[in-house]
DNA sequence: AATGAATGAGGATTCATTCAT
DNA sequence: TATGAATGAATCCTCATTCAT
């Protein structure tokens, strides 16, 4: 259905912008240009859009995570920096989606989306925490906080995606232009990340002597 | 006025549980047990009641950061520690404040609120970014992303606060407990945060040498 | 046409169930296992839908009551007795149209529908009261209220239609079983008005004595 | 509260007109001349607006019934003869109400409200039913069916609520005048149903001899 | 300061129906 | 004959707000 995809940007557009109780069907069917019915004729209700924007995009993330955590060629680290990288550049291009899915793991409102949502994302989060555990067991990392390290990865990338208003103040440069098109803040962010967590994670310089 | 106060602080109860758009009046009303048009009466519209808990709280957290910076008695290494240290205790202490805050932050949709609410948060993250330029200018600390340090913090602090269901799921330990009311976890938040940043601000060299 | 039929069948059920207005077209399409516009295609509309279902049944029931009225080798009582004898069975083997239509006696919402049927059933009034008049002119009969005794006849009947729970309560005995299906209370119906309304009819005097 | 009051009278009028769900909350607005969130406000829901018109006179029905029954002073047919006087003139002069009842007797859709008008009409019949029990008990009646003998006295009743149109028909004489609000009329029903009951319950032949 | 009643705008959803194929 | 998509009108209800007291 070429119309039912239509109206699922369309509204992933709206709730990343307003929000999902401030976006009303009205929005949508208008923006989108469909007959308001229309909606809840391919969809149930507003919930169920909502629903099936999540079901759409939601297992994707999580299969590429998969994918680098099983990598064998690749120790613990450099698991970590492509986890990284990925993370960013997803958030990055899909910004839209992941304002929604932010949303969604902040308010318990739609308890059902919020429970599903939790579940993704935690498992992507058990995933992460295993591979810290595994470098400290390996003696490649320090004994750090494996979770914590996790929140500090993905709160980093989450505190990007808060506000417009906020990146433009803050991250924005003097010109307070919103950086979040700018590939070049892409990489700084990827790079800021990565070089923070492996300062944590690898001892710094045991045997410097002559 | 006591009444006053006491709807302010349901209220705020309500915002940070439900959100602000899904908090009706008339649960606020039915929770304080008051009735619905005395709120109106004293905030003057629902906006109006929000703007009030900004405004009664917002400024205090501005002073104390404020009043760490401009220790001159202290390096900034040690501003930046007692920084997180207050941070950490602040939202874990006022979890509904800063739900509500940080749910204003996340939402552009209350423009006046949300501008006020970055504006305030803009000033804090210059203060903090200004330590860490003069760090680096004193050649304390390496050559960091200062503006991405500062989301580093933030972002780990405010990760935790998203949802008790995550915290429960990724932090919870075993028993999956929601660890936000534990005083050894807030320790542990803090201790983290300080490390992770110290070890990226601080050459890792310091004496390691005969 | 065979699916015309069936979906004539399935929404007379639905009907006589849920009542016209509570029915709604998804509904009868869904349990008709049809495509919902196909109802539209065969019977125009809803209300179309209905007056066909009339048009098919109405007709039979008044004839059956014409033979018997015109039948002269029976005397007026013993026309009367087949007139119960045979309105009793029609509503019991044929519940869910009698329910339609005692619906639609009822409600004067469709007013096409509500008339026609009015008017079928006016017809038979008037031959059942004719046969009441008769046998009074005859001196057969008392010289009771003809139309009330029509009103007696046919109330009783309706009254045992209303609801299902009401005959489980009133008629179900102790263990509130609906008797509607059960044979013998059909027979027990059918006496009690004939007895009821031969008491009524007959001067009670029979066997004069010396 | 008039406003209230008001309210309940305009619906009654509207429910026994045009039925439950056929008549709007936008035609209660309108024709009590009040603002449509107001029945809300007042009466929470449309069928919370239904239960409350049950509420208030379906009780007061019940009490006549009983005070009737437990009349020392009258002998079984008296008390059936009164209470058919008594139902009669109720469901004369409560038209609206009545018929707002008959539908929900005869109409499952709104379960609760049919559970509570069939548990009502139920006690009301078995009173009626006892007191025909007891009459046969004492030999002062035949050995009839009681149930089936307060089905024949409800029945008529009801049968004569149904229709305005009917009514016109059938027991309009021959102008066509709905003789509901007649006098007369009342007196002629409850003269038919009081003579049709009274041949029926007590044996024909008393004392018919030289 | 406080209240119960009232208001108007707007919410999601459901409905019978129609269209294009 | 049959269908999936689409439509417009109408449904009940909820909301923040205001009014009179």
Redesign the pocket.
Known sequence: ????EHIMQVSMLLFSEKGF?T???????SKAD????????????????LKNIFQQRALNIQFHIWEIANNKSIDELEKIHQIIEHYVAKMFTNQEFHKVMLRELFSSEREEVHADTIAIFSENANIIIEIIKQGIKKKIFNKVDPELCFATIIGTIHHLMLSKLLRENIYGGKEKKDPILDPSFQKRVTNHIKQIIENHLIPPLKIKSI
């Open positions: 259905m070429d119309t039912k109780e976006t009303t069907m009205r929005d949508i069917a469909v007959n308001l019915a229309l909606i809840n004729y391919h969809f149930g209700s507003k919930e169920g859009l």
